[in-house]
């Protein structure tokens, strides 16, 4: 493949039993995304569901793991090898627990800020200079712990906002390839 393909790749951990769960953001995401293509993803020997096609006119694999979340890493790095996408080429959506719900941010690299899948990831890779579209999830109430926080469904007062969330972190997934980085971040962190 040549060097105008982007790796897409959400975040989640397969099973019905975790498809609504803040952790799953990245899932949901790239659900809106496999639709705006137009196909259905299909299984990949790199151990992820795959979806090849057209996004706002750029080639794209759209990538969901299969893995649970820890072990996102491993397809991650099998589907870059088989499609030969560069790390600058890799936009991940994932959970982010630093920002608040129906808020995104946009960024190139970074720590993994105690999430697994993107220690896994910049494991896997051997880099972290990917770009991230960061969906925000918001912190846990009170003492609870923040990995059963995010292994829980959004609540009845955030699903009513859920998709237009899931809507815009689709929007920004497409601006950051068509447009770049900057000019993603001027748009979608207005809010």
Known sequence: MSADLWLVVGLGNPGPSYAGNRHNAGFMVLDVLAGRVGGKFKAHKARADVLEGRLAGARVVLAKPRTYMNES???????CDFYKVPLERVVVVHDELDIPFSALRLKKGGG????????????????????RVRFGVGRPPGRMDAAAFVLKDFSATERRELDLNVEQAADAVEALIVHGLDAAQNTFHAG
Do not use: C, E, F
């Not at 890493?73 to 589907?79: C, D, H, N, Q």
């Open 112 to 131: 993994d800020n105690g999430h697994n899948g993107l220690r896994s990831i910049t494991k896997s890779l051997g880099g972290k200079d990917y770009l």
């Open 73 to 79: 890493g491993g397809p991650v790095k099998g589907l």
